[in-house]
């Protein structure tokens, strides 16, 4: 069973970066819509970035600007690049994979990694 393994996550100051990893264990998701979501105690959870098959990349526009999504295809892998973190930015961030973008957020549970803690202090 193909398997999405995110890293990356920690703990930073307000205006820091990080870098996350989505490390997926086979090309099978090489055609697949892959994106990052977000999720908060008490909050909705919401899609962040994604990245199709062709490099295309849609971002939410409370991390427009910092954040930054892109994929190596060849060792399949999606990163999210993100800058600029402020406290609102803390959250567990999963990685999720999918035949279209739009059927991200209703993938079944095997297409998502297990998450990443990002805890970002004022």
């Known amino acids: 069973q193909v398997r999405l393994m995110e890293s990356g996550g920690g703990s930073v100051q307000a205006g820091g970066s990080l870098r996350l990893s989505c490390k997926v264990s086979?090309?099978?998701?090489?055609?697949?819509?892959m994106g990052w979501f977000r999720q908060a105690p008490g909050k909705e959870r919401e899609e962040v970035a994604h990245v199709d098959s062709t490099r295309s990349t849609a971002y939410a526009d409370s991390v427009k600007g910092r954040f930054t999504a892109s994929r190596d295809y060849d060792e399949n892998i999606l990163y999210l690049q993100m800058n600029s973190l402020k406290p609102e930015d803390s959250a567990m961030y999963s990685c999720?994979?999918?035949?279209?973008?739009?059927?991200?957020?209703?993938?079944?549970?095997?297409?998502w990694g297990q998450g990443t803690q990002v805890n970002v202090s004022s």
């Open positions: 999720v994979a999918g035949p279209l973008c739009d059927q991200l957020p209703t993938m079944p549970g095997h297409y």
């Open positions: 086979s090309s099978t998701y090489r055609h697949y819509c």
